[in-house]
């Protein structure tokens, strides 16, 4: 079975400055996919960033980037210029290609503060 | 706003009870994931349906069931509650449900803003 391990359970960044948010992952399949999604408090789920197991150049959306590491299985957030609005619970979640189903499997999360 | 809409928002009740947690997918989207956030178990996969068929299940207790209606709704019943489904529970919604995405956009997962159970 998938897993999806998170190591920090807190993070803190300055304002405009940039963090690196860890995640690993553990499975025996060659082809998946690879997710951020971001919890404000208001507790809605949004979907920060997406990267496919086969494509080998790293996902980027504006402030947000990934560095995937498929031999380490390795999936880390970067989000630069950071922002108040970052402020949130950070979660990585895997999903399989090949089975019947698009299930989410999520890590535990990470508390990212935005100081100002 | 992710267009999944989830009804009621907050749900309180007593042990014992049973309760129905509603969700309206996006629309064009044929598949429904619910998911259940507890402080001790994290975010959990319950269960999926595609077009009105089961399509996958998670930890999903047997006291719990879901559906999904011909309109695409869906519903997930939960009954003999417990203190510990207390809980937030997720529906999210795709266009595709399984396997190779055909694109970035049919495979991703939109959230509805989730309904707030309380057992007490």
């Known amino acids: 079975a998938q897993t999806v391990t998170q190591s920090q359970p807190e993070m803190s960044v300055q304002e405009a400055e940039t963090v690196t948010l860890s995640c690993t992952y553990d499975?025996?399949?060659?082809?998946?996919?690879l997710f951020w999604y971001k919890q404000p408090p208001s507790r809605q789920m949004i979907l920060v960033i997406r990267q496919e197991a086969y494509k080998q150049q790293n996902a980027t959306e504006n402030r947000f980037s990934v560095n995937f590491q498929k031999a380490a299985k390795s999936f880390s957030l970067k989000i630069s210029d950071s922002q108040l609005g970052d402020a949130a619970m950070y979660f990585c979640?895997?999903?399989?290609?090949?089975?019947?189903?698009?299930?989410?499997?999520f890590g535990t999360g990470t508390l990212l503060a935005v100081q100002p | 706003d992710s267009g999944v809409t989830q009804t009621p928002k907050h749900l309180i009740t007593a042990t014992g009870q049973r309760v129905t947690l509603r969700c309206s997918p996006r629309?064009?989207?044929?598949?429904v994931y619910w998911y259940q956030q507890s402080l001790d178990q994290g975010l959990q996969f319950l269960i999926q349906y595609y077009n009105g068929e089961e399509r996958a299940k998670g930890n999903i207790l047997e006291r719990f069931s879901a559906q999904q209606f011909p309109d695409l709704h869906s519903e997930l019943n939960l009954s003999s509650l417990e203190l510990g489904d207390s809980a937030l529970y997720f529906c999210?919604?795709?266009?595709?449900?399984?396997?190779?995405?055909?694109?970035?956009?049919?495979?991703?997962?939109?959230f509805g803003p989730g309904t707030r159970l309380t057992v007490l």
């Open positions: 499975t025996s399949e060659s082809d998946y996919y």
């Open positions: 999210a919604s795709s266009v595709d449900g399984g396997g190779l995405a055909r694109s970035s956009f049919t495979d991703t997962q939109y």
């Open positions: 629309s064009g989207d044929l598949s």
């Open positions: 979640a895997y999903r399989s290609s090949g089975g019947a189903t698009n299930k989410l499997i």
